[in-house]
């Protein structure tokens, strides 16, 4: 494997993978895509052979690898420095990385009620008063960056970024679950997915024929 290389598993349903795919189509360079298909009897053991973690994804850089969704969107965004993918202004650049790495830590509630699924709408998904208070505080966030950073860009710091990255995953559940939001919410759910990558991302996930029951929430509307 002689160049960059991302690991990932299935897109219809991996959110983590998601992350650091998007980030790399954004820093507009090239890679190799290997995927390995989850919940098989497997699929650990094909992905030992490149993540010491037996987890997707993990990026191949030559010889280094990093195995860690975050760990690899800052690796990229060191790597792709012209592709500017934290804001310039540190104050602003200190934000936006709080705002990712709150998402890397938190929202356990939405994760587990709210599977990524790129297959949508659905109905009959009903968040609880935790998933909930999870997507007020994901509102609440995006509104701080987007009046504090955003100016006159569409995306939560004005330009592109690892916070982006971290989300898009989010803009994938609330609008498969029909989550209800206001109007600056919407904006933005709507602003990544007609982003070309994502646009991307959904279209394969959408093409994928391995199901995995426990990511299967709700009745899809034909």
């Known amino acids: ?78 790597r792709f420095p012209a592709a500017r993918l934290w804001p310039a202004d540190p104050v602003a650049r200190a934000h936006a990385r709080s705002v990712a790495s709150e998402m890397h830590a938190g929202f356990g509630a939405l994760r587990m009620e709210l599977p990524m699924n790129v297959e949508g709408p659905r109905t009959g998904v009903q968040a609880s008063g935790d998933a909930q208070a999870d997507i007020d505080r994901i509102i609440a966030l995006w509104r701080d960056s987007r009046q504090r950073y955003g100016g006159s860009g569409q995306w939560l710091f004005g330009e592109y970024s690892v916070a982006d990255a971290m989300f898009a995953p989010v803009t994938i559940r609330f609008s498969t679950y029909g989550v209800p939001l206001p109007a600056d919410a919407q904006a933005y759910v709507d602003t990544t997915l007609v982003d070309p990558p994502m646009r991307e991302w959904i279209a394969a996930g959408l093409a994928e024929t391995d199901v995995i029951p426990g990511a299967e929430r709700g009745t899809v509307v034909k």
């Open 1 to 78: 494997m002689g160049k960059l290389a991302l690991v990932i598993g299935n897109k219809r349903y991996s959110s983590w993978s998601l992350r650091p795919w998007i980030l790399l189509r954004h820093a507009g360079t090239e890679f190799e895509e290997v995927s390995v298909p989850l919940y098989r009897a497997d699929s650990k053991a094909q992905i030992l052979r490149y993540s010491p973690s037996g987890k997707v994804p993990a990026l191949i850089d030559g010889s280094i690898t990093i195995w860690e969704s975050l760990a690899i969107c800052e690796y990229i965004a060191e």
